[in-house]
């Protein structure tokens, strides 16, 4: 019995994602914050996992205080605006202050709304405690703003897990690890989900940033 040659097709590959750009925050104005210090170390990482990281330290560019009549007018704003504009994962981290975040963190947040819409926040506090509370505040501003947030945040305490401006304890050194990884992963679905969004014609929150 003869059987027919058999067809190939060609599969057909799906085209290349776009990097994952992530905005790292250091909320801190202590020259020797350990906040700092494990941002950077999140941003190292997640730089070698292919993303594309752009670092803000607001000790080294501060912003003026918001206030909503100028704000929008200072020349620093548009260039930061570009900069959140094109982050696809907003990654957060401040001191642990009275149990809330850093005045340099809320007044960076005070600054956008509309452009948080849809992008994924994880959040990494130093605190004495346990961070819960800053944590939680951090979650609200995401939810107030139509943003995802990881199911969990990063704690630490200063100077037991941080030594000579590196990250020291193993525990935190594994949370790290695990954090960049998700970021990755689920800020890439994210991502994709939202540029999806933003082309289609569907309803969802979305909807409202349309052009």
């Given at each position: 019995m003869n059987f027919p040659p058999t067809m190939t097709t060609k599969k057909k590959t799906a085209p290349p994602q776009p990097a994952l750009r992530v905005l790292a925050v250091a909320g801190s104005l202590n020259s020797q914050s350990v906040t700092r210090v494990v941002v950077g170390e999140a941003a190292r990482q997640l730089s070698a996992q292919g993303c594309e990281v752009d670092l803000l330290d607001l000790l080294q560019e501060p912003l003026p205080l918001y206030n909503p009549e100028t704000a929008y007018d200072a020349a620093?704003?548009?260039?930061?605006?570009?900069?959140?504009?094109?982050?696809?994962?907003?990654?957060?981290?401040?001191?642990?202050?009275?149990?809330?975040?850093?005045?340099?963190?809320?007044?960076?947040?005070?600054?956008?709304?509309?452009?948080?819409?849809?992008?994924?926040?994880?959040?990494?506090?130093?605190?004495?405690?346990?961070?819960?509370?800053?944590?939680?505040?951090?979650?609200?501003?995401?939810?107030?703003?139509?943003?995802?947030?990881?199911?969990?945040?990063?704690?630490?305490?200063?100077?037991?897990?941080?030594k000579l401006g590196l990250v020291s304890g193993s525990a935190l050194a594994k949370r790290l690890e695990m954090m960049t990884r998700d970021i990755a992963t689920y800020g890439r679905l994210l991502a994709a989900q939202r540029r999806a969004d933003l082309a289609s014609k569907e309803p969802g929150f979305m909807a409202r940033l349309r052009p």
């Open positions: 620093c704003f548009p260039a930061l605006k570009r900069r959140v504009d094109q982050a696809d994962v907003v990654v957060l981290g401040t001191p642990d202050y009275h149990g809330s975040i850093s005045g340099a963190l809320k007044n960076f947040l005070d600054h956008f709304w509309r452009e948080f819409a849809g992008k994924l926040f994880a959040t990494i506090v130093s605190s004495h405690e346990k961070g819960l509370t800053v944590t939680d505040q951090l979650r609200t501003v995401a939810r107030q703003c139509y943003a995802w947030t990881l199911p969990y945040g990063i704690s630490f305490t200063g100077q037991e897990e941080v």
